[in-house]
């Protein structure tokens, strides 16, 4: 079982210069992650779990509140391939470089590097659909926990943050693959809303 926990948030009174904290962010919760599970892959076993932690904030309506918003079409594309991920990274940067954010949110790395990892993962799900090892990988979001990250303001415990990855580890055989959970529950990510 591998449980990706890395991630890194500014604080929202962080004066450092945007192009910096989009770089450290993404590096961290997006390549940071997808590196782990690359390196890691090939020794998980026979019916492993990977867990992306991701959060909330990686919902699509938080970082495109539009539906017609041209990127978020194509994060939703079921073809979607990592180069193509990659290349919305691309000029996400660019957009915080030129400070143009017609398409994009200003000061958002956060935000988009956690939906970013949630369109990881489920690109992972085909890269690895015809693996025989039969290994499960989903996104989930821990819930607002009492972290530094939080500032200490979430309201659950270290444990009670833990509940969710924890289930996503032990995900029986044949449940959901590339999808994403919140408080135990399968959330869609698209929508914005509880899976029946």
Known sequence: TLCNNAGIAYKRASTDPLMEKSTVTMATNLFGTKNVTDALLSLMNCNGRICQVASMCGILNRSFADVNNPVRERLINPALTENELFAIYEEYMECVKQDDYTVFKRDSAY??????????????????????????????????????????????????????????????????????????????????????
């Open 111 to 196: 935000t988009f590097s956690k939906c970013l990892l949630i369109a990881h993962t489920r690109i992972m799900t085909r890269k690895i659909a015809d693996d025989p090892r039969k290994i499960l990988i989903n996104s989930c979001c821990p819930g607002y926990v009492d972290t530094d990250m939080s500032s200490h303001k979430g309201h659950l415990t270290i444990d009670q943050g833990a509940v969710t990855p924890l289930m996503v580890c032990q995900l029986p055989d044949g449940s959901t693959n590339g999808e994403f959970y919140r408080e135990s529950k399968h959330f869609d990510w698209e929508n914005d809303k509880y899976q029946d």
